[in-house]
């Protein structure tokens, strides 16, 4: 399982406090989501979480361009 994965940083403000946060974005297999859940349940379970699944991902390091 490759253990490399990229993640976008983004600033987002909350829309009711304000408060400035950061927004983490990236894409994981679905092993790699359980290891991420286990991390945070140890480490922050404050953490905010939304798990989508993707019906199609294109780009380097996955689905090649060139497949279609």
């Not at 600033?11 to 859940?37: D, F």
Request: contains cysteine.
């Amino acid at each position: 399982m490759n253990k490399h994965r990229g993640v976008t940083r983004l600033e987002g403000r909350g829309g009711y406090t304000g408060q400035v946060r950061h927004v983490l974005i990236t894409l994981l297999s679905p092993g790699q989501v359980v290891l991420l859940k286990r991390f945070l349940k140890e480490h922050d379970e404050n953490a905010f979480v939304s798990i989508c699944d993707a019906a199609e991902v294109l780009g380097k390091g996955f689905k090649s361009w060139r497949s279609l």
